[in-house]
């Protein structure tokens, strides 16, 4: 298998320059990552540097709360459609979840869907704010709304991605939607027990030391 080729290599810190964002997209491409995940202000630079090289540019969208309005969070995936976004990471709205407004989570999914297009939607249920039947409705109210992935956590908050809940996530989709494991993946073993448990796409900061651990 190509390792590489399953992580999203991935900068998202507050602190982030534009000296360490085009240290990103190099590594990306010397090493043939899936993409680079950076927050929608550096899409469009991304997207020129990593242009024809085959890396795509994903950007996060209501980012890390996902407590934004549904109108603001469509909008922020338009303008990081527009300036070079391939795929989006978007983050649920979690109170919704937890008051069973799943007509409201749905809709907060599909909205930004439809700003999407034709790229890729990886919806993020950050799994350790959630009880095992709120991970499952939300897996389900991802794919009803058209999500491309579900993805485990955005790496801000409590805890990151376990086996367990890749598991789960995994066998709640079923094998046509994508699942991506992300927070705490930070060496090979752990990657390739995220990938045996069912992950087919992996969201990393330490994508290099993950792959020279193969090697």
């Known amino acids: 298998m190509n390792l590489a080729s399953y992580i999203d290599h991935t900068l998202l810190a507050a602190d982030a320059t534009e000296e ?4 990103l997209c190099e590594e990306a491409k010397q090493w043939h990552f899936a993409s680079v995940c950076v927050n929608s202000c550096y899409a469009s630079l991304c997207s020129e540097l990593l242009k024809g090289s085959g890396v795509k540019v994903c950007c996060v969208i209501g980012f ?7 109108l603001a969070k ?3 995936t338009a303008i990081a459609v ?3 976004a391939e795929e989006i990471d978007m983050v649920i709205n ?8 799943d007509d409201l989570v749905v809709k907060d999914i599909r909205e930004v869907k439809k700003a999407c297009g034709k790229n890729h939607l990886k919806v993020i249920i950050e799994t350790c704010l959630l009880t095992e039947e709120e991970k499952v409705r939300a897996c389900r109210l991802s794919v009803e709304a058209g999500a ?13 991605a376990t086996e367990e809940d890749v598991a789960l996530m995994r066998k709640t989709v079923g094998p046509e939607v994508g699942v991506k494991a992300a927070g705490g993946i930070r060496d090979y073993e752990t990657a390739m027990k995220m990938i045996d448990a069912g992950a087919n796409r992996l969201g990393c900061s330490a994508g290099i030391a993950i792959v020279q651990g193969e090697k």
């Open 148 to 160: 491309d992935f579900v993805k485990t956590s955005t790496g801000f908050s409590k805890a990151g």
């Open 82 to 84: 527009s300036d070079g």
């Open 94 to 101: 979690i109170g919704y979840l937890k008051d069973r407004k």
């Open 74 to 76: 469509a909008q922020e």
């Open 20 to 23: 360490r964002i085009r240290k």
């Open 64 to 70: 890390p709360l996902g407590a934004m309005s549904t």
